[in-house]
């Protein structure tokens, strides 16, 4: 494992451990986020622990241009139980993020220096923002970093039942109408599965982050989903 120092540097992702960790330490600057999402890797770690930067050799993504809405998210959708916006309240969503209580976690990995530093790449343009209101209260939403062909999805909350489904939803219909390769969700979990995320080897992730072309039909035969 790689140890940061003050210089704006990762090592290649060739160097993850099995884990999928590359590096700890380093700082949460824009600078440092910025090219750490450009590069592949991204950090995750416990409010009191050192930071720690990932590239998983499997990584949970949504190709936008294959994803099939179920019937039972289509159901809702139509229903117009929700409103949906975007980029107009990124601050109270991810601070929905951080302060959600979540089934069997205790604390949150979204310190305030996390929303500090990612508030921050909002004023800049790239952290971008999905809102889902309900009778003009936030319900619930999503927020991540916008490379502009992949989204790297970061976190999301629901206050009501099915708030974050719709934001996860609306956002995949708006990244296929405007050509992003992917949704990016990082590391896998059963939720995710059941909304229609998907792994890819790293090489592939990859591969689509340096804008190759890839058929993920086929990819995702292959990953057995």
């Not at 039972?72 to 929905?96: A, C, D, H, M, P």
């Not at 995320?197 to 072309?213: C, D, G, I, P, Q």
Request: hydrophobic residues 40%.
């Amino acid at each position: 494992m790689y140890f940061l120092t003050k210089e704006l540097y990762f090592p290649s992702v060739d160097e993850t451990s099995i884990e999928g960790v590359l590096a700890i330490g380093g700082d949460l600057s824009v600078e440092r986020l910025l090219l750490a999402y450009r590069s592949g890797i991204f950090p995750w770690f416990n409010e009191d622990d050192p930071i720690l930067w990932w590239s998983p050799p499997e990584r949970m993504v949504v190709a936008p241009s294959i994803y099939k809405v179920s019937k039972s998210i289509r159901n809702l959708l139509n229903q117009n139980k929700f409103q949906v916006t975007f980029n107009q309240n990124f601050n109270e969503v991810i601070l929905g993020c951080q302060q959600i209580e979540r089934p069997g976690q205790e604390g949150t990995w979204l310190s305030d220096d996390f929303v500090e530093s990612y508030s921050k790449l909002h004023e800049m343009g790239i952290a971008k923002s999905v809102e889902v209101w309900q009778n003009e209260e936030l319900v619930g939403g999503l927020y991540g970093v916008d490379l502009g062909h992949i989204f790297c999805g970061e976190s999301m909350f629901s206050k009501v039942p099915n708030a974050s489904k719709v934001a996860f939803v609306t956002l995949i219909n708006y990244l296929k109408e405007n050509n992003y390769k992917l949704l990016d969700c990082q590391v896998h979990n059963d939720h995710l599965e059941k909304l229609g995320a998907f792994e890819v080897s790293r090489e592939t992730f990859m591969k689509v982050l340096k804008s190759e072309e890839i058929n993920f039909a086929s990819n995702k035969l292959k990953h057995g989903h």
